[in-house]
């Protein structure tokens, strides 16, 4: 996908999403609020890349006519929502749950890139900045008029610190990579049972548009719930090719190479069900997971380079 391919769309009156079509590795959804009569304005994540972040900045500046960008939100530690920080304006206030900053002070990816990805994404010119303010549990922060809420699932589930923005007038709610719209979730750096448990806690907010952190935008109660149950059933069949694994002696590899997925096998991203088994596999062992395995089993089941657009 090419970064013009990606466009601004406006949810709302002043709520816009940054939709990249794409929406695999590296390539995220963003968002922008804005408050009519203050001219201020919120950012939800960045983008990977300098080319992509500015691409967003501006459509999103010509969109509201210059609005002041007064704060932005990281929904979670990894770079293709927080690498573009550093384009924010100095003035710009960055918010995230405290543990996705401590996510972000940790990141080995932004310093010593694996060469995993065919392209390589290119943050070469990228400045690490973390957020300056953390929340806990939940947070509220006011654009003028316009409420905005933050909050953590309480639990690790797509990342430890992931958070979502809730605007409760509106219904209008971004979720970060706690959703992936017709896409192969990732919790090789959250925790299965938490991502299951963060799916009803999502429903309840009852929004009636939901900005995935990958996939395409969701209207309509009937479509958010489809969606979350997609979720949920993949998940569920994690955990069941991981209980078949550890029964027959499996390792990760060998578990993904022969368990049938179904109705996910030709969906973006397929063989992420390699590192989501080995960090189910290291959680039910009580030991760490080691990242370098499971991104070279991953590469071998894929048979070379993850395909990336970034």
Do not use: K
Request: charge should be negative; charged fraction near 25%.
């Amino acid at each position: 996908m090419q970064v013009e391919d990606a466009s601004l769309q406006e949810i709302v009156p002043g709520v816009y999403a940054w939709m990249q079509p794409e929406g695999g590795w590296w390539v995220n959804n963003a968002g922008f609020v804005t408050d009519e009569d203050s001219r201020e304005a919120m950012v939800i994540d960045t983008c990977v890349s300098s080319e992509r972040t500015w691409r967003f900045l501006d459509e999103a500046d010509r969109a509201t006519g210059g609005a002041r960008v007064r704060m932005a939100l990281n929904t979670h530690q990894h770079g293709d929502h927080t690498y573009g920080n550093h384009l924010l304006p100095e003035t710009t206030v960055i918010l995230s749950q405290e543990r996705a900053r401590d996510g972000i002070l940790a990141d080995t990816i932004f310093t010593e890139p694996p060469r995993i990805w065919e392209p390589m994404p290119d943050w070469s010119d990228a400045v690490l900045r973390v957020p300056e303010v953390t929340f806990g549990d939940r947070a509220v922060v006011h654009l003028g008029g316009r409420r905005v809420e933050l909050h953590h699932p309480g639990e690790a589930a797509h990342t430890a610190g992931d958070a979502v923005a809730w605007l409760p007038e509106e219904r209008v709610l971004f979720a970060g990579d706690l959703v992936f719209n017709q896409g192969a979730p990732l919790i090789f750096m959250g925790d299965l049972a938490g991502s299951r448990r963060s799916l009803a806690w999502l429903a309840e907010f009852g929004a009636e548009h939901l900005v995935p952190g990958h996939g395409a935008l969701l209207s309509g109660a009937d479509e958010i719930r489809a969606c979350l149950d997609d979720l949920d059933g993949y998940f569920a069949l994690v955990e069941e090719v991981d209980a078949h694994a550890r029964a027959h002696g499996l390792s990760p590899l060998e578990a993904a190479r022969t368990c049938d997925l179904g109705r996910y096998a030709n969906r973006p991203d397929a063989e992420r069900i390699v590192l989501n088994l080995h960090r189910v596999r290291a959680d039910h062992e009580g030991v760490p997971m080691d990242m370098a395995d499971a991104f070279a089993d991953t590469l071998a089941y894929a048979g070379g380079p993850l395909h990336c657009e970034a």
